[in-house]
């Protein structure tokens, strides 16, 4: 669907309302109550409204130029907005980022950082948890 006509500046031109014709005409399609979430720029899809209050804001505040995927309107979620872990969020918190966590626990203990035998028994079954 063709959505440069958001970027008209002249909201009274003939290409502008062709285009927001079309989208009230593919967002009611969606909708089951007859109102729409309102993309105006003051709105901003926060309210429901009706059809006609929707073309009345669209017309006098302009549609909201940052709202490309018009999800809230009856289109698919893009590709590239679902959500893709990054190398760091696999499943569990089996991360190797390279840093060696026994090691650094050591380093802590044997540094002298610790000296009580509850400090011990931590380090000890900090170290049995990395380690399994």
């Not at 967002?27 to 929707?54: F, M």
């Not at 940052?66 to 969020?89: K, Q, R």
Request: net charge negative; with cysteine; glycine share 10%.
């Amino acid at each position: 669907m063709d959505k440069s006509w958001i970027h008209e500046e002249n909201r009274c031109s003939g290409r502008y309302l062709e285009g927001l014709a079309k989208f009230l005409e593919f967002a009611l399609k969606s909708s089951s109550d007859g109102e729409l979430t309102c993309p105006c720029i003051k709105c901003g899809n926060r309210y429901r409204l009706s059809k006609n209050v929707v073309t009345d804001h669209i017309l006098q505040n302009g549609f909201s130029q940052s709202y490309i995927n018009w999800v809230f309107h009856g289109e698919p979620i893009m590709e590239s907005t679902h959500y893709t872990p990054s190398p760091l969020h696999h499943g569990h918190y089996e991360v190797n980022t390279g840093h060696n966590v026994g090691q650094f626990l050591n380093d802590m203990i044997v540094g002298g950082g610790f000296n009580s035998s509850e400090d011990n028994q931590f380090f000890v079954i900090s170290n049995q948890m990395v380690r399994s």
